[in-house]
């Protein structure tokens, strides 16, 4: 089963320096994915609506799919342990699932405004759940210690 979430922040492990996107679900539980600099900027920047003057990697791929007349439909995070992800795109009315790094997918998908779903398999291994009526201060409880180390 795959659960619709959302792109909250970019977030940095104060214990190692790895790099997280925090997804969230509409139940309040969260999914941190660590993805490489590149993505973390490529997102940051999506997310913060910051204006480019030239089109940086992910909004250059969203062009190339608009111009190929195909559309992103979902973004499913598969793994995050080794990096899964997969991109689905539509053209010509066949579905077509390509292999993608989740920042990468991530990137992708808040450009084109698809939606980004985790497997369940992946929320129930590295998800992080906290009481419903603390959900919206989720960056307050974030500990070092609920990253996943890898």
Not at 39 to 55: G, N, V, W
Request: charged share 25%; aromatic share 8%.
């Amino acid at each position: 089963m795959e659960i619709k979430m959302e792109a909250l922040a970019v977030v940095i492990s104060p214990d190692n320096g790895n790099i997280f996107v925090m997804l969230g679900a509409s139940n309040g539980e969260l999914l941190p994915v660590r993805i490489e600099i590149y993505a973390a900027r490529a997102i940051q920047i999506e997310l913060k609506k910051i204006p480019f003057s030239r089109p940086l990697t992910h909004e250059l791929i969203r062009r190339v799919i608009a111009q190929l007349k195909a559309v992103l439909r979902k973004i499913v995070i598969t793994d995050v342990s080794r990096s899964y992800a997969l991109l689905y795109l539509e053209q010509n009315g066949a579905t077509i699932a390509a292999d993608a790094a989740p920042g990468d997918a991530i990137a992708l998908a808040l450009r084109t405004n698809a939606p980004i779903y985790a497997e369940s398999k992946v929320l129930e291994k590295y998800g992080l759940s906290y009481p419903e009526d603390r959900t919206l201060k989720w960056f307050e409880l974030l500990d070092a210690d609920d990253l996943p180390k890898f």
